[in-house]
């Protein structure tokens, strides 16, 4: 029948193909637009909107609005800095990067900029 080796490598041929597999990212459909974002903020589910053009976003989050300069990296990357921090934590800077899309939205990471621990959200692009 099969030999030890044939064996081997038909046990391992499923694992290569699928680490070779990269999901397809259309970045720039993001760049630009309107969109929502809900997570969990002390057990309750908390919506944001934003409107982002190629240098600004625009955030609506509990009534209050909040302007960030965006700063494109590269394609699926980008650095937000508010432009009028009113703590010093609002001073530093986020970095999102866009792990996936799909056709109404895309799964991303982000973190402060300078630190190492980092959160995922989804966020959905409206018409």
């Excluded at 494109?72 to 980008?78: A, K, L």
Aim: proline content about 2%; aromatic content about 14%; charged content about 30%.
């Amino acid at each position: 029948m099969f030999t030890k080796k044939y064996k081997i490598f038909f046990f391992l041929l499923p694992l290569f193909l699928i680490s070779c597999y990269e999901q397809e990212r259309n970045c720039n459909d993001y760049k630009t637009g309107n969109f929502e974002f809900t997570r969990e903020i002390d057990g309750k589910m908390e919506t944001s909107y934003f409107e982002r053009n190629d240098s600004l976003q625009i955030e609506t989050f509990r009534e209050k609005r909040d302007t960030s300069t965006v700063r494109w990296v590269n394609d699926c990357e980008f650095i937000l800095k508010k432009v009028n921090p009113k703590s010093m934590s609002e001073k530093n800077a986020v970095q999102i990067k866009i792990l996936t899309t799909t056709e109404n939205g895309y799964t991303f990471e982000y973190n402060i900029v300078g630190t190492t621990k980092k959160q995922r959200g989804t966020v959905t692009k409206k018409q």
